[in-house]
């Protein structure tokens, strides 16, 4: 489901993944790095990784078949309230209720509701309304229906009312206080963390490493490096870093660039040197594997958009 994609970013990708796995049992049958090739540049990728899980699951000990019951549904990887809610009730036809950003506007408006929807424990507020709401002849219809409403007709900002087909019950738009709901709580400003990347050489090949499977950007590949240090040039860093995560001394080159790119909850700043490899063996403190490759290989692997920003710039 799109929690925090729009559609029109995911179609593309989603043609491409449905092309390559068009079953659930190849998908299960094939290795993560497949997957997150395919996933990759649309970032979430904890998703990607929940997903070949539950297809797994699915396929070798559920016979195939997706599960039509909330709870068992539920405990599938990566599976929370809102999915399983929007799969039982579009899919099965089952009486569940969905809650999303989209969702959480339109009640705010319809009810003035003055509790902030971005704070998590005022999200059973918006289910106790919703599920008022729901037709539970026809769930799945209602839930793509409340959401469609959000995200095309009850926007953030320059919301269509005229166009709106429950106008007529909307206690914002009769009592012209559209602009004042949804109520939100501030929030603290992103941090921005400045990183050092090494592209070492070494006869012809460059060196990359794979993340841990858990966490941030888990099974990725991506070129060596780190957060810098108090006081600490990013050139420094850099040499720095790659001692630390691979064991090997290198020297800088060239500085290629400075890539900004922003995630969740921070952003980063990475300045990304082109360096030489001096000596030392690799021994991982962190990255979980290693490659030399040639820069015509890279394709191979999947890298987060940071990487995928500067690679291009990359001679051979």
């Known amino acids: 489901m799109l929690q925090q994609t729009q559609v029109k970013t995911v179609v593309p990708y989603f043609l491409k993944f449905i092309h390559r796995f068009p079953s659930l049992n190849d998908l299960a049958e094939s290795d993560l790095e497949t997957v997150l090739k395919m996933w990759e540049g649309l970032g979430y990728y904890a998703r990607a990784r929940n997903f070949h899980k539950a297809a797994h699951i699915i396929s070798k000990h559920l016979n195939g078949a997706i599960p039509d019951d909330f709870s068992e549904f539920k405990n599938l990887p990566g599976v929370g309230n809102y999915i399983a809610a929007a799969v039982q009730s579009i899919a099965f036809g089952h009486s ?10 339109v009640l705010a408006r319809l009810y003035c509701i003055h509790h902030p929807v971005n704070k998590p424990s005022n999200h059973r507020y918006f289910q106790i309304f919703v599920d008022r709401l729901l037709d539970t002849s026809d769930p799945g219809t209602f839930n793509q229906a ?39 709580v501030k929030t603290k400003k992103i941090p921005t963390h400045h990183i050092a990347v090494g592209i070492v050489h070494k006869k012809g090949k460059l060196l990359i490493t794979r993340r841990q499977l858990s966490g941030l950007l888990g099974g990725l ?45 921070f952003k980063i700043k990475m300045d990304v040197f082109n360096c030489r490899y001096i000596s ?12 030399w490759i040639q820069l015509k290989d890279i394709d191979n692997f999947a890298f987060p958009k940071a990487n995928l920003k500067f690679i291009p710039m990359i001679e051979k």
């Not at 569940?96 to 506007?105: E, H, P, Q, T, Y």
């Not at 600490?232 to 090997?248: F, N, P, V, W, Y």
Request: hydrophobic share 30%.
């Open 146 to 184: 409340m959401m469609e409403l959000g995200a095309l007709v009850c926007t953030p900002k320059n919301p269509q009312c005229n166009q709106c087909p429950v106008s007529e019950f909307c206690n914002a738009f009769l009592s012209d206080k559209v602009g004042s709901y949804p109520c939100r």
């Open 280 to 291: 030392g063996k690799i021994c991982l403190n962190g990255p979980i594997d290693f490659k």
């Open 96 to 105: 569940f209720a969905v809650v999303d950003g989209n969702v959480k506007r």
């Open 221 to 265: 590949w991506e070129f060596p490096g780190g957060k810098l240090e108090k006081d600490e040039s990013a050139s420094s860093a850099c040499i720095r870093e790659l001692k630390e995560e691979t064991g090997i001394t290198v020297k800088i080159k060239t500085h290629l660039t400075t890539i900004h790119h922003a995630y969740t909850h």
